[in-house]
């Protein structure tokens, strides 16, 4: 399975950009798929979550009421919707994805950076 995450960019505060991310290859494999991101001498952090039915999607408490994750899953795609962007939401965003439900997250994109101006 490959993942291919893409929209990043750079934004004042208060603006929004939707991340995308593609999966292909063996894609029948793919349960919960999720979004991460690290910021400049941090460590990754947990960003969002969604299962394969699209309920009990989770947030980190950061980004709780302005970011949404959500998949259509005959595109392969997950996506997330920032909006009311921080300064400190700069990172670079990463999405993965689990091949069995509970487990670790075991694919990993490549990695959009997203820059938030103040």
């Known amino acids: 399975v490959q993942l291919q995450a893409s929209g990043g960019g750079l934004v004042q505060a208060g603006g929004s950009l939707r991340l995308s991310c593609v999966a292909s290859?063996?894609?029948?494999?793919?349960?919960?798929r999720g979004w991460f991101r690290q910021a400049p001498g941090k460590e990754r952090a947990f960003v969002a979550s969604?299962?394969?039915?699209?309920?009990?999607?989770s947030y980190g408490d950061s980004v709780k009421g302005r970011f949404t994750i959500s998949r259509d899953n005959a595109k392969n795609t997950v996506y997330l919707q920032m909006n009311s962007l921080k300064p400190e939401d700069t990172a670079v965003y990463y999405c993965?994805?689990?091949?069995?439900?509970?487990?670790?997250?075991?694919?990993w994109g490549q990695g959009t950076l997203v820059t938030v101006s103040s």
């Open positions: 993965a994805a689990k091949s069995k439900p509970g487990s670790a997250y075991d694919y």
């Open positions: 290859g063996r894609t029948f494999g793919i349960y919960d």
């Open positions: 969604i299962p394969w039915s699209g309920g009990g999607i």
